[in-house]
């Protein structure tokens, strides 16, 4: 009985039409990660230099305010900015 099943299993993943729909099925995964890909690569070139220049000037006010505390005022009233 189970060596019938074994050998059913197997003529049916070692059949032809099986092993073309299984490379069917990994050809279209490929394009549709392939055409993700190209739609967000798309995305990013379609944003605004603006955008990328305030995000920057934004990183660059946090990075100043942690490297020279001096530069910004200070939110604290108490604290004595020189």
């Known amino acids: 009985m189970r060596y019938r099943c074994?050998?059913?299993?197997a003529k049916v993943l070692?059949?032809?039409?099986?092993?073309i729909a299984m490379?069917?099925?990994?050809i279209l995964d490929a394009a549709i990660v392939l055409s993700e890909i190209l739609i967000d690569l798309h995305a990013m070139r379609s944003q605004s230099l603006?955008?990328?220049d305030r995000i920057y000037r934004r990183y660059r006010s946090l990075v100043g305010s942690v490297v020279n505390p001096s530069r910004v005022a200070s939110p604290n009233p108490l604290h004595?900015?020189?």
């Open 23 to 26: 490379c069917v099925l990994v």
């Open 50 to 52: 603006s955008s990328y």
């Open 14 to 19: 070692e059949s032809s039409p099986l092993q």
């Open 6 to 9: 074994r050998r059913r299993t």
């Open 80 to 82: 004595r900015v020189n």
